[in-house]
């Protein structure tokens, strides 16, 4: 079994009503859902800094262009004149 330990945290009655429904509509606890939320947002956050640190090594290897140079592109390909 994962060990656990004890977090508080405070929410505003309209949440807490809110998030007591979804837990009786889905029959989890209200602890199951604020799991399932917070595991969410840590794997969305280890996405976005993998994204962020891809970019950077990305840059740093001059595998990038100028964003002028990419919107000209950009601009030549879907906007031409006529």
Known sequence: ?????????RLTPEKASLLDEMAKQGE?????????AIDTYLEMHEAWVDGIEAAIRQDDSGLTFPADEVFQRVRGRFWKSN
Not at 1 to 9: A, G, K, R
């Open 1 to 9: 079994m994962t060990q656990t330990v004890p977090v508080s945290i």
């Open 28 to 36: 989890r606890s209200r602890n199951n859902l604020i799991n399932l």
